[in-house]
């Protein structure tokens, strides 16, 4: 034992290379010539009983274990494969200069898979008649294997096979039965050597990752900025995989794609693509981990990238990066081992990592969602057109944004850090009166145009809202106060009033002006009054004006009293509209009601002209439905709220065509469509203005009359009605018979006449075959 204490200790303290073991093995042949394999044993033995002392020990046995089974058998080759049942994969150690590279193959296949799931050895003069035996080794190095012998590495305690020893190319015939009985002599006395060593290589690399791993969380833990944190995990997963260079991708859920601006050795600019897209896109989206050891034979890999960046990519290591409620938020993606492939210990060390960084990313997100929100949040503090005061529990003054600091006519070192009391004296000690009960209470205060003196002692109307703020146990924390500086709505209501009822104004002021307008169904109402230029001549300008407005003063009540609002004036007609700025749900009703009415407010008009003996006037009025642009038109300094469009043009040539037709109230077939109650309505003419290629179909309001006025009504509609069905039928003898019978029952009917007189021509001249009942204006009016 003596004489292999220095042996023992070298193997035990020393990394050994292939030359330390030939002169091991030389000097225990040449100092124990009769009991070299009883030596080799004996250090075994003893080594495997001293284990804990060695860090370098399952190396440098792999490494003595194959140099003594092939000089035992006079082999060319060796190698000793161990079992990883943690990932049921074989390995072995195989030394590159100063490194040790891994070999790994999954524990079904070849010739030493074979071996572990029989337990016995196996003997092969001829691997290439073998189908368990992969040539394609051979083909790859060059070497031809010509007979091999494999053997299992028994647990002698518990029989479990824990490894194969395999050894190629007898030198001199094939391998015998002496063969195998000397390497099961070897064998047995080296497995609980290489089982304890093992044993205590994975206990030491745990520790060692166990170590990195906390180090790395707790220096990924204490970042909360998103970008430098992402950039630490990059650097940590680097470290800990030992590879060349690693990103991480995160899910950018409203665009559905990855993205990075951490990619650890590709520099900082930042990286987008589809979420489903590349490699790091499968394992996002499947949810698995994809492991390629060899990149340029996986057809998923694009090799451009490597030949635009001149990097060669060997080996690939995607996983999903999961958060706590099972959901992905994003994708690691790692290249290049330093030393192989990546293994399923480094998935495993990976997806451990993860679980940690993917706390840390979503801490990170709420804390970069914080503080957004907390900037958010000052903006909109600063941009309100409302003022916002903020006191805390003591009534000193936090926070005032700049309408407040307006209202007031002060800057917000002379406000904030004041205390409300002494800041809001004299006439606005109201408020301090009011925010006291409010923290005492927590009820709300509400203020309707009430008044505060500014700073220049000016009187300010405001709306003042003052709300308690209470802390998540509900203890009060303070108040918040609200204003609403009315100073230019007075200014803008008293304006609007003079353009629409109150009720519209005060909807309108609710929303904002500003340059500009949309598309919208509105019911547009315009009138004229009959023979202006005439009556304007005889009553001379003063007359002419003081008789306007006394009309428009009577037309624009009825107007604001059906909630319609005045678009404007145009010399004696006048255009009003119906839905705007809001729909009422009746807005064709109302506009109709409101021509029937002002046709009868006309009749009390003129007999009250009448009696002072002027000259009665006469109007008509054209409606229309129809989608029109409503809103601000005109620059950024005079704009008026107001309607343009094909609609409000119909309208218009609705009210010409009045004159032509002998009648007062036209409305298109849109607006008769749009009616929700019922009239007294008939259709007039199938319609073609001037400038329009569609025709319009035409109906006249008949309800501004009454009895006594029109007593024949109800007949006369009916009349009316066979009369153009006949006339449409190109039976024009019998239209005009009908006709004639609606003249009769009333003289004055203008569309009779209208009809009789297209009877009368037609009957001569009829029109041509095809024909469809339109009428073609061929003026404006």
């Given at each position: ?5 220095h ?5 035990l ?8 073991v ?8 040449e ?41 035992l ?27 040790t ?45 010509r ?30 039965p002496?063969?195998?009985?000397a ?26 990752n ?23 995990i ?36 930042e ?6 897209r ?13 492991n390629?050891p ?11 990238i ?51 960084a ?36 003591l ?9 407040a ?12 850090g004041?205390y ?16 006291r009960?409010v ?10 145009e ?23 146990q ?14 230019k ?33 509105l ?32 037309m624009?009540?009825i ?18 509209v119906?839905?705007?700025p ?9 506009a ?8 009868r ?25 129809d ?24 309208a ?29 309505t ?14 319009a ?16 009504l ?8 066979e ?35 297209r ?23």
């Open positions: 034992m003596s004489s292999h204490l042996i023992i200790q070298e193997i303290t020393h990394r050994l290379s292939p030359q330390d030939e002169r091991i093995l030389s000097h225990l042949a100092s124990e010539p009769d009991r070299y394999a009883a030596a080799v044993a004996d250090v075994l033995g003893h080594v495997a009983s001293l284990l804990e002392i060695s860090n370098r020990l399952l190396d440098n046995l792999l490494l003595m274990m194959i140099r003594i089974s092939t000089q058998v006079d082999a060319e080759r060796g190698t000793l494969f161990l079992i990883d049942t943690e990932n049921k994969e074989l390995f072995s150690r195989v030394m590159e200069g100063e490194t590279a891994e070999i790994r193959f999954p524990l079904d296949q070849g010739i030493a898979g074979a071996v572990v799931a029989s337990g016995e050895p196996i003997v092969l003069a001829d691997p290439y008649r073998d189908p368990r035996f992969n040539q394609a080794i051979d083909r790859q190095t060059g070497f031809q294997t007979n091999i012998l494999a053997l299992p590495i028994r647990n002698e305690q518990t029989g479990r096979v824990i490894g194969v020893l395999e050894v190629l190319n007898k030198r001199r015939g094939a391998f015998t002496a063969d195998v009985a390497l099961q002599t070897i064998t047995a006395q080296a497995a609980t050597a290489l089982l304890n060593a093992q044993n205590f290589e994975q206990v030491q690399q745990a520790r060692e166990e170590c990195r791993l906390l180090e790395v969380t707790a220096a990924i833990s204490s970042e909360l900025k998103l970008k430098p944190l992402l950039e630490k990059m650097e940590s997963v680097s470290l800990i995989l030992n590879c060349d260079r690693s990103t991480l991708f995160l899910y950018d859920e409203k665009r559905n794609e990855l993205w990075s601006q951490v990619a650890l050795g590709l520099g900082g600019q990286i987008r693509f589809p979420a489903n590349g490699i790091a896109g499968e394992s996002f989206t499947t949810g698995q981990t994809i390629i060899d990149a340029y034979a996986d057809p998923r890999f694009n090799p451009e490597d030949k635009k960046t001149g990097y060669r990519t060997r080996n690939i290591l995607c996983m999903p990066v999961v958060n706590r409620h099972g959901k992905a938020i994003g994708v690691t993606q790692v290249l290049n081992k330093r030393d192989g492939a990546f293994t399923r210990l480094d998935e495993k060390k990976l997806r451990t990592f993860s679980g940690q993917a706390i840390a990313i979503e801490n990170a997100k709420l804390f970069d969602e914080v503080l957004s929100m907390k900037n958010y949040n000052e903006s909109i503090l600063q941009s309100l057109s409302n003022g916002v005061i903020s006191v805390n529990a009534r000193r003054i936090e926070k005032a944004n700049l309408a600091l307006r209202t007031f006519g002060y800057e917000a070192d002379q406000m904030v004041k409300a009391d002494l800041f809001f004296a004299g006439d606005n000690h109201w408020i301090v009166d009011s925010l009960r923290i005492a209470t927590n009820e709300p205060d509400m203020f309707y009430a008044e505060i003196v500014n700073r220049k002692n000016e009187r300010v109307a405001i709306n003042l809202a003052i709300a308690p703020l209470r802390d998540a509900n203890q009060p924390v303070g108040g918040l106060l609200v204003f609403e500086d009315l100073t709505e007075k200014r803008l209501k008293g304006t609007l009033a003079r353009y629409m009822t109150k009720e519209v104004a005060d909807q309108l002021m609710n929303s904002e002006a500003e340059l500009g307008g949309q598309m919208k169904e019911t547009v109402l315009f009138s004229d009054i009959r023979d202006f230029t005439t009556i304007s001549e005889k009553l001379g300008p003063q007359e002419t004006v003081a008789m306007l407005n006394e009309y428009f003063t009577l624009v009540d107007v604001f009293h059906h909630g319609g609002i005045l678009d404007k004036f145009i010399g004696d007609a006048m255009l009003a119906f839905g705007a809001f729909s009422s749900g009746e807005d064709a009703d109302r109709v009601t409101t021509a029937i009415e002002m046709m407010a006309l009749r009390r008009f003129n007999a009250d002209r009448q009696a002072r003996g002027l000259e009665p006037i006469a109007i008509g009025a054209g409606i229309n439905t989608v029109v642009l409503v809103g601000n038109i005109g620059s950024l300094k005079r704009m008026d709220y107001t309607v343009i469009g094909d609609g409000v043009n119909l218009s040539r609705l009210e010409g065509a009045n004159k032509f037709y002998g009648t007062h109230i036209l409305i298109s077939e849109k607006t008769y469509r749009s009616l929700k109650f019922r009239y007294h008939r259709e007039v003419d199938l319609l073609r203005v001037k400038g329009k290629k569609e025709p179909k035409i109906y006249e309001v008949l309800d501004h009359y009454d009895r006594e006025s029109f007593p024949e109800e007949e006369v509609l009916r009349l009316h009605a009369a153009l069905d006949l006339y449409r039928r190109r039976e024009w003898a019998k239209a005009e018979a009908r006709f004639r019978e609606v003249a009769r029952l009333r003289p004055d009917d203008g569309l009779a006449r209208v009809y009789l007189d009877c009368a021509q037609f009957k001569i001249e009829p029109p041509p075959i095809g024909w469809d009942g339109v009428w073609t204006a061929t003026s404006k009016s």
